[in-house]
T-cell receptor, first 112, second 115 residues
């Protein structure tokens, strides 16, 4: 079955710097890749997603890139702010089974 | 609040007891998912429904777990004869499938503690 690996497990950046989180997936049939942000004690919240027919998607300070050949995708956060501090999860799914397979998470700390 | 809701938010039970959780999806969402999340890990898929039909169950879902969505609206997840290893956050998500996009929105979860 599908397996998603996520790196790094923790990331500490200075406010204003960029943060990059990377994920790889194993099943080439996966075609949908969302990213969720989860603050302590809160529900996972979708922040951006991308489908496999698109190589890059951007929403203000957040962007996601997808490399289907290498089977990896990345989350880029620019001009980080303290409120970006949270755990970020990548996930993958495919049309034959809509379940999300999640990575193990990245704890992002933005230092003021 | 028109988002996904879950009840109860917290449940403490003794080993061997049965527990039931409820999820109310976003109105008119036709898919409903259950996930389990343990501390420091990403959510793990348990099962999902399209309308009232349960279409897939994870191999993680032992026969002590059962889920229903009787009228295609709310869903319940029951755990029988709870074990300490069942302690986790149980998350529900819902989605409206159209044009092939299945964006899942999560509820706040039910945190289960088995003593």
């Amino acid at each position: 079955g599908e397996n998603v690996e996520q790196h790094p497990s923790t990331l500490s950046v200075q406010e204003g710097d960029s943060a990059v989180i990377k994920c790889t997936y194993s099943d080439s049939a996966s075609n949908y890749f969302p990213w969720y942000k989860q603050e302590l004690g809160k529900r996972p919240q979708l922040i951006i997603d991308i489908r496999s027919n698109v190589g890059e998607k951007k929403d203000q300070r957040i962007a996601v890139t997808l490399n289907k050949t290498a089977k990896h995708f990345s989350l880029h956060i620019t001009e980080t702010q303290p409120e970006d501090s949270a755990v970020y999860f990548c996930a993958a799914s495919m049309d034959s089974s809509y379940k999300l397979i999640f990575g193990s998470g990245t704890r992002l700390l933005v230092r003021p | 609040d028109t988002g996904v809701s879950q009840n109860p938010r917290h449940k403490i039970t003794k080993r061997g007891q049965n527990v039931t959780f409820r999820c109310d999806p976003i109105s008119e969402h036709n898919r409903l998912y259950w996930y389990r999340q343990t501390l420091g890990q990403g959510p793990e898929f348990l099962t999902y429904f399209q309308n009232e039909a349960q279409l897939e169950k994870s191999r993680l879902l032992s026969d002590r777990f059962s889920a229903e969505r009787p009228k295609g609206s709310f869903s319940t997840l029951e755990i029988q004869r709870t074990e300490q290893g069942d302690s986790a956050m149980y998350l529900c998500a819902s989605s409206l499938v159209n044009t092939g996009v299945d964006t899942q929105y999560f509820g706040p979860g039910t945190r289960l503690t088995v003593l």
